[in-house]
């Protein structure tokens, strides 16, 4: 894990930006708040305030929490984020709630549980919507957790919506993952996701105060598997005992050390390095393609010409990708000769 | 891409009566806007913290009390003193004509008193998050 | 209401009506809107008939008043015996200053004292508590300890006047300060009359006004039940309440079945700690709105006469009579009250009255106009009395027992109400029970929806409200500001000082101590409260062994 630097470097990036970054690193809360608008409204500097920001990263212990609407993963992140300040830990917390696909707007309550630890100054918590993103994460939702990474957090918490493919998505993103389970009760038989018994490295069985849980734990206990060494714990956690929120702790620092000594931390940052560089140049050749001519032909034209099969789509698609890279490269070189 | 206009729903103090808060963080959610919404019990500066972290375009009190003055401009007041105050404050529950004025001359931008449209509620959060720049 | 053959003659009297008579009507003057709802959205259809009452057994459905199951009224002769009890909810500022009120209503002709605290008061928070600050007096009396409460009813004659006090989380500690009062003036505690609402279940649900979680908070109701039955037999421990359900956004079914929902359940914990229903059933009261819709509110209030009567009777085995009763005390609906136009809330108000009465409450409070504003203005207040005086003196509603009893539209109503009732504790049940549905959110969620409707239809026109979206005039309401006072504020500070510096130091801690044993235990509380209150314990004191010992409870987030 690299060492911390202290300033944003780079004479080539704008003063307010900079300005912020610096701000940032010194630990203002307020930066760190201007920093992820930024980047969440995806503004015209959220590029440069990330390359800024990004080598101050990778500190951070980041651990996820996926699990069904209603289940309480907010009120074990409060406890959580008490228990770690305990231990003298700084924490952050990004929540994540769904976006209304009718109105865009949404309503983000994860806060309400968290009312007692906002104003720690140990602490930041943050809410996203979606806005529009499928899965249970936003996608700024891993750069504004590398916000307060590169502001001095140990530790950092999120919380996905729940619903869709989000444990998936938060899986490859962050160290830890943490699957929040409740017992049902009546005499319903319990079903769970396909896949969530595959990627969690953390089971918490929560309310064991309202019901049953013994069947629950039993059978996540037959079904989970050990991987890449690691055996995930189940943990029975209630609003009612404290004690078990230490369990949890425990839990997961014990896996954040298993990651450092088994290889795995850094396998998995490769990983996740590999995916976001794909990821991002999707995105870019996306974006190329769509925005304005590149001087050949539009995307609009191709399209009509592959109904019209006069094209087919993988011919179109490389003829894009031609076009982008071949005008991405002249862009370059026109660059390079002006200085 | 439009940007998201963020306000801060807060109960401040012990007031529980949230019915009129709840409607309008969902009318301003049916208007596009992302609201956090804070919930009850909430002291001024846990608010002016959460407005901090968020960095909401405005923030929305609501108190049926009658403890108004002793919580509204104190809001205003905190948020001055950590140099946010260009978020937009408004309030709103059981206000007596008269500390209308006065709540103004505090730094509350808007009073919405019981019976307010919630068109015109949904209209001063959304200018307010266009003048912030959103 | 007709027999089988008349029936037969109504009902095809009534297809030529529609076929003919009515086609032309509505042909040359259409209806004003494609449906007509109650303020609870329900739908009102334009003509009930003998038609709709047909089959039903007037002995089964509605029987005498004063009889099983009481849907006509709770007493054989209503308010040709006695007038409902005319109980105006006050309270602000210091003792001091409550107390003057109470006396003003007395002098004006109030017949019942209704205690309105404080929010700190209502949080178990004392006057110089931190999380009391800018709270004191303004929506309520601040009482933080015994002596607040012995000046509180100053001059009052507690044996003679009854008293109601609207708390809840605290409701023990706030009861256990008046019966020590009361002790000290060699008030004998049977002879005490009144009620706390110690209603915890609407506070998750509705008011917000909540402390410990669940279950502990209903181990201190159940004592009161205990105690109350045995000590203070006059008293009723709760009022079971619909009124704040209904104020936080429920419709009027709503308000009903939640209500009574909680009730029953009430009555299931009384069993379940081992006593008998009949020896407190007796005692338990209920608290309902009186909302616009006059024809609604009649029937939800006699809907749920007989829905408890029945309950009570076949489902919880109660023998005594008196445990079917379900005596109610009514408040008009505040939140119907409005800032525009506030004079023109006097004719809710009156409206509002009106249907409480004709539905058959025992005791009513109605809103003053300034209710908008503020706490309730001298003159106000006067004006919000003088209503219910000229409705029982002369207006005639209080000459004959369930006046609108046999009307078509009400009848229908009243079953439509049941209906509706039952088929929402049937969707409890399904979730598990009352309190796993607070856990669920169902019942918060159930009622935001209700007023996210409601607010829709203000909005759209579809629901007019006079003075707020119509008949709209640009003027400034005059209403006579009422402030509390920084001197009562100083001397309530000063007072607290005072006691705790003076008390015997030695016995307050120690029955602090015994009181947290026996939060921990399972002995009945109410003793140790006692003790408490008598060594000079405050309400912050009291109720920070409580949170040491209960918690706090924490809230489902819905909207």
Redesign the interface.
């Known amino acids: 894990m690299p060492a911390r630097r202290k300033r944003a470097s780079s004479s080539r990036s704008s003063p307010g930006v900079s300005a912020l970054v610096d701000s940032l690193l010194r630990g203002n809360k307020r930066a760190a708040a201007k920093l992820i608008s930024l980047i969440e409204d995806d503004e015209p500097e959220a590029a440069e305030a990330m390359a800024l920001i990004y080598p101050h990263t990778g500190h951070a212990h980041v651990v996820g929490f996926t699990g069904a609407p209603?289940v309480g993963k907010?009120?074990l992140i409060n406890r959580l984020v008490r228990l770690f300040r305990a231990r003298g830990k700084k924490v952050g917390v990004v929540a994540v709630d769904p976006t209304s696909p009718y109105s865009g707007g949404a309503?983000l309550?994860?806060r309400?549980?968290m009312a007692d630890t906002g104003v720690d100054p140990g602490v930041f918590i943050r809410s996203m919507a979606t806005r529009g993103h499928a899965g249970g994460l936003a996608l700024a939702t891993f750069d504004a957790v590398r916000v307060l990474d590169a502001m001095g957090m140990d530790i950092v918490l999120v919380e996905t919506v729940g619903a869709g493919q989000s444990e998936v998505e938060i899986a490859s993103r962050a160290h830890t993952t943490v699957v929040v389970e409740m017992p049902l009760?009546?005499d319903a038989v319990q079903t769970m996701k396909a896949g969530i018994l595959e990627i969690g490295d953390v089971y918490v069985v929560n309310k064991v105060d309202?019901a049953d849980a013994d069947t629950l734990v039993a059978n996540l206990r037959f079904q989970i598997e050990a991987r890449d060494g690691w055996m995930p714990p189940i943990i029975r956690a209630s609003?009612?005992e404290d004690q078990r929120i230490d369990e949890l702790a425990d839990a997961l620092e014990t896996h954040r050390a298993f990651l450092a000594s088994s290889g795995n931390w850094n396998k998995r940052e490769l990983d996740r390095a590999r995916q976001e560089i794909l990821e991002n140049a999707r995105r870019l050749l996306a974006q190329q393609v769509r925005g304005p001519g590149t001087g050949g032909e539009s995307f609009e034209a191709l399209a009509q010409r592959v109904v019209a099969r006069k094209l087919d789509p993988q011919s179109a698609a490389a003829r894009l990708f031609q076009e982008a890279v071949g005008g991405t490269a002249q862009r370059q070189s026109r660059r390079a000769k002006s200085g | 891409m439009a940007t998201k206009i963020r306000v801060l729903i807060a109960k401040p103090?012990?007031?529980?009566?949230?019915?009129g808060a709840?409607?309008i963080?969902?009318?301003l959610r049916d208007a596009g806007m992302e609201v956090i919404?804070t919930?009850?019990r909430q002291t001024p500066e846990d608010i002016v913290e959460a407005a901090i972290q968020e960095d909401v375009d405005a923030i929305g009190l609501s108190c049926?009390?009658?403890?108004h003055?002793?919580?509204f401009p104190e809001v205003v007041k905190l948020l001055r003193k950590r140099k946010a105050g260009d978020i937009v404050v408004a309030g709103g529950g059981?206000?007596?004509?008269?500390d209308v004025p006065k709540l103004k001359k505090a730094g509350i931008k808007a009073v919405f008193?019981?019976?307010t449209?919630?068109?015109d509620v949904v209209e001063f959060f959304q200018k307010a998050g266009k003048a912030k720049g959103a | 209401m007709a027999d089988a053959e008349d029936l037969e003659a109504v009902k095809a009297r009534l297809k030529t009506w529609e076929g003919t008579t009515l086609k032309d009507s509505l042909k040359a003057l259409p209806e004003r809107r494609k449906e007509f709802v109650t303020t609870s959205s329900r739908s009102v259809r334009r003509l009930y008939t003998p038609l709709d009452v047909a089959g039903k057994s007037y002995s089964e459905r509605l029987g005498n008043p004063g009889e099983f199951p009481f849907t006509r009224g709770i007493h054989p002769t209503m308010y040709r015996g006695r007038l409902w009890t005319m109980r105006m909810f006050s309270g602000y500022g210091s003792a001091e200053d409550t107390n003057k009120r109470f006396k003003y209503l007395i002098e004006h002709g109030e017949t019942g004292l209704s205690v309105a605290f404080?929010?700190?008061t209502?949080?178990g928070?004392d006057t110089d508590a931190k999380?009391?600050?800018?709270?004191f007096g303004?929506?309520g009396v601040a009482v933080s300890s015994v002596e607040d409460m012995e000046i509180l009813f100053n001059a009052i004659d507690v044996a003679r006047v009854s008293t109601s006090m609207t708390i809840n989380s605290p409701a023990s500690v706030v009861w256990a300060m008046y019966l020590a009062m009361a002790e000290k003036r060699d008030v004998p505690w049977t002879k005490l009359r009144g009620t706390i609402q110690n209603d915890i279940l609407k506070e998750y649900e509705a008011?917000?006004?909540w402390i410990f979680p669940p279950e502990p908070s209903m181990r201190l109701v159940v004592d009161t039940f205990e105690f109350g039955a045995k000590e203070v037999p006059q008293w009723n421990p709760i009022s079971i309440s619909g009124y704040h359900i209904r104020?936080?956004?429920a419709t009027a079914g709503q308000e009903l079945a939640f209500t009574l929902a909680n009730g029953m359940e009430y009555v299931r914990w009384g069993i379940d700690r081992g006593l008998r229903v009949d020896d407190f059933a007796p005692r338990l009261s209920f608290f309902f709105n009186a909302h616009n819709d006059l024809f609604e509110e009649i029937a939800k209030y006699r809907a749920a006469r007989r829905i408890w009567a029945r309950e009570m009777r076949d489902t919880f085995g109660a023998k005594n009579p008196r445990s079917w009763l379900l005596r109610t005390h009514a408040q008009t609906a505040g939140?119907s009250l409005?800032?525009?136009q506030p004079e023109m809330n006097i004719v809710r108000t009156t409206i509002q009255a009106l249907a409480a009465v004709l539905g058959g409450t025992q005791s009513l409070h109605t809103n003053s106009y300034d209710e908008?504003?503020?706490?309730p203005g001298e003159k106000a207040v006067r004006i919000a009395l003088r209503t219910q005086q000229i409705l029982a003196h002369e207006s005639g509603v209080a000459n004959t027992v369930d006046p609108l009893g046999g009307s078509y539209y009400l009848e229908a109503l009243t079953d439509e109400l049941e209906e509706e009732a039952y088929r929402y504790f049937d969707r409890i049940q399904e979730l598990?029970g009352v309190i796993?549905a607070i856990?669920?959110?169902f019942f918060q969620q159930e009622?935001?929806n209700s007023?996210?409707r409601y607010?829709m239809e203000i909005?759209d026109k579809e629901r007019i409200?006079v003075?707020?979206?119509d008949f709209v005039v640009d003027e400034?309401?005059e209403?006579e500001?009422l402030k509390?006072s920084e001197a009562s504020y100083r001397a309530q500070l000063e007072r607290l000082k005072r006691m705790r510096r003076t008390r015997d130091s030695k016995k307050h801690e120690r029955a602090l101590d015994r009181l947290r044993r026996a939060c921990d235990g399972d002995d009945n509380t109410m003793p140790l409260i006692l003790d408490a209150v008598r060594a000079r314990a405050t309400l912050g004191e009291i109720c920070d062994v409580m949170r040491e010992v209960f918690?706090v409870w924490?809230?489902?987030?819905l909207?």
């Not at chain 2, 103090?13 to 019915?19: E, I, K, N, Q």
């Not at chain 3, 908008?372 to 706490?375: F, S």
């Open positions: 209603g907010s009120s309503v309550g994860d309400i549980r009760t009546g309202l609003a009612l | 103090g012990l007031d529980g009566h949230d019915r709840k409607v963080a969902r009318a919404y919930g009850l049926l009390s009658g403890a003055m002793a919580l059981i206000i007596p004509e008269d008193g019981p019976g449209p919630l068109s | 404080d929010m700190p209502l949080y928070y999380e009391a600050k800018g709270e303004t929506c008011q917000k006004e104020e936080a956004g939140v409005t800032a525009q908008a504003y503020q706490v598990g796993p856990r669920k959110g009622i935001a007023a996210y607010q909005e409200i003075g707020v979206n400034q309401p209403v500001p509390v918690g924490e809230e489902p987030l909207y």
